[in-house]
């Protein structure tokens, strides 16, 4: 991933500037101004689907209510007891007088809205017939033989035709929505038949065009096919109303639905007591096509924009990007010129002056720390073979002490060869210049050794005790740091004392670091720097240790000397460092004990 960021990203920095402001500036700018305006038009539609739900809500209720009033004249007919006279015994009244009284009950019934479309039939079982309408036909039938006789034989006595299958088998093609009730009378007996037809497209055409904003409403049944429709606005493309139907019945059909090939919003409404469907078309260019016209043309103003920027990003570029490109040259040629190299100053200003003076600054500093290398690597050369010229007389001595114990040995005097040997252990450390970190264990070793020394030079004035554990042995310590402290404590700690001097070394780890003390029971701190004072020479052993632990430790030493009531110790701190030996089970490179 990095190796392709790092093959498309371009390497000239005027070109990096050209595309960051594309790519962090005017394409966010862009993205942002699209998607408000794609969230705008997604309110807007969804605020369309609310509307468009509230009407089909509406519609639905006065479906609803319109099949109530419809059952409800039903049976206020049948219970009328003038209409069951009429029909079951016409002969007791005037033709004229049996019309005029059904009329009139018909008008009656006709009070709620839009019942002007319901027209009422009733014929008796002697072939009169009675309408509401004055264009209905006389004579016929008013409920076909098969649905007579299935109305006869059920528990109920009325059926509204809502299903097409229906009207094809036992209604002989009657319209839907007509209400076919076989009238009876207090015996059961059948004296006659009403039929209550709604003249439902014309009245659904009706309600629509008062509740209509450009919309076009349908209706289909429970199979997917349209019974009723508006005639203005866009057409329902094939197979959605399936579709839709199919969603709405797995419950996982949205607020609304966008049909991209009329760019139209539609929402779907169930009626449950008819198995029908109210189907709302909205064409969205009503209302998005300002919106849109109003989108392309800001995006053709933030286009031009873009352009505008572009120039201008690529000529600012231009003007930073050139002089570091010129300051590149000459850093090209500084090399050729063996760093003998000025940039001009009075051409520029601001940022680029001071990235030419500092470059100027940095041509002068180069060239005189290469003369003072050049220096150093001289002092250098000097010091080597001055260090190559020391090291002779200590070889001579570690030779001239092997022979002065051998004669030692020859004379039987063993204090003086151990003395030797001693001495030996010393300087053949100190010849070692390659190590500067031993073990403690060989620390404490060459301790013993000068220590030995000592004794024999200050006859037996001070006894030494070590208090370190064994886990400790493989801990790297500095060469020759604690034998310097040791040598301090006899020589400033002991002066004036016959006898009874004790020296205490101990070791302990704490906080992932070694601590390291040296304690004595001499003169004291402040009585050693008098003395120290009266002999009119400072020494030079504690300064020379702090700085050795400086260059090996940095920050991470410590070398505290620490007055006591009776004598001093002084305490060392440094970082924990545990090396065994691989023949012991360690592992080959240095490690903290505690990590």
């Keep these: 991933m990095k190796r392709f960021i790092n093959r498309i990203t371009p390497a000239k920095l005027k070109y990096r500037f050209f595309y960051a402001f594309i790519l962090f500036v005017l394409i966010p700018i862009g993205g942002i101004q699209i998607y408000q305006f794609n969230k705008l038009e997604s309110l807007i539609e969804y605020r369309i689907s609310e509307l468009n739900e509230n009407q089909l809500e509406q519609i639905a209720q006065s479906f609803e209510m319109m099949k109530s009033n419809i059952i409800l004249s039903m049976l206020t007919l049948e219970n ?4 069951m006279a009429i029909l079951k015994t016409p002969s007791q009244y005037e ?112 309600i629509a065009k008062e509740i209509s904003t450009g919309q076009r409403y349908f209706i289909s049944d429970a199979d997917g096919q349209i019974i009723a429709q508006t005639k203005n606005g866009l057409p329902l493309q094939n197979g959605i109303v399936q579709q839709l139907i199919s969603k709405q019945r797995e419950g996982g059909f949205p607020t609304y639905y966008i049909d991209k090939t009329t760019n139209a919003l539609i929402n779907i409404r169930y009626l449950p007591s008819l198995d029908w469907y109210i189907i709302n078309l909205f064409p969205l260019d009503l209302f998005l096509g300002d919106l849109k016209a109003m989108r392309d043309q800001v995006l053709v103003t933030l286009y031009i924009m873009f352009g505008i920027f572009a120039v201008i990003t690529l000529l600012i570029s231009a003007s930073i990007t050139r002089p570091l490109q010129q300051l590149q040259v000459k850093m090209m040629e500084m090399v050729r010129k063996n760093l003998k190299l ?5 051409q520029y200003k601001g940022e680029i002056l001071g990235l030419h003076q500092a470059f ?11 003369a003072q290398l050049k220096i150093e690597e001289r002092q250098k050369e000097a010091i080597h073979s001055q260090m190559l010229l020391n090291q002779i007389n200590p070889h001579f001595l570690l030779n001239t002490l092997n022979s002065i114990k051998w004669i030692a040995l020859d004379d039987k005097n063993e204090t003086i060869a151990e003395i030797c040997v001693s001495l030996g252990k010393l300087l053949e450390s100190g010849l070692n210049s390659e190590v500067e970190l031993i073990y403690l264990k060989d620390e404490i070793d060459l301790v013993g050794s000068y220590v030995y020394i000592q004794k024999y030079r200050y006859d037996n004035l001070f006894d030494i005790v070590y208090e370190v554990d064994s886990t400790l042995d493989y801990a790297l310590v500095p060469k020759l740091g604690l ?4 040598e301090n404590a006899i020589h400033h700690g002991f002066y004036q004392m016959e006898s009874g001097g004790i020296i205490v070394v101990r070791a302990y780890t704490e906080n992932k670091k070694l601590h390291i003390e040296v304690e004595d029971n001499g003169i004291g701190l402040e009585y050693a720097k008098q003395v120290a004072f009266k002999r009119g020479r400072r020494g030079i052993g ?15 030493a410590e070398i505290k000397i620490i007055p006591l009531t009776r004598g001093t110790k002084v305490k060392l701190s440094f970082p924990l460092l545990i090396s065994i030996p691989y023949s012991l089970g360690g592992l080959s490179h240095v490690e903290n004990s505690n990590c």
């Design 80 to 83: 009328d007891n003038n209409v």
């Design 95 to 206: 033709r004229v007088e049996r019309i005029s009284m059904l009329e009139e009950r018909f008008n009656t019934l006709q009070t709620y809205e839009y019942s002007s479309y319901v027209q009422y039939s009733l014929t008796d079982n002697y072939g009169n017939h009675y309408s509401s309408s004055k264009s209905a036909e006389n004579g016929n039938q008013v409920i076909p033989e098969k649905g007579f006789n299935r109305l006869l034989h059920e528990d109920t006595s009325y059926h509204l035709l809502l299903r097409e299958t229906d009207r094809n088998e036992l209604w002989d093609r009657s319209p839907l929505f007509t209400l076919f009730s076989v009238v009876k009378d207090a015996n059961n007996e059948p004296i006659g038949m009403l039929r209550i037809r709604l003249d439902y497209k014309e009245w659904f055409k009706s």
């Design 342 to 346: 000025h940039l001009p100053e009075d």
């Design 360 to 370: 100027n600054q940095m041509v002068y500093d180069i060239n005189h720390l290469v």
């Design 483 to 486: 034998q310097t402290l040791v």
């Design 542 to 556: 504690l300064a020379n240790l702090r700085e050795r632990y400086r260059l090996l430790f940095r920050e991470d």
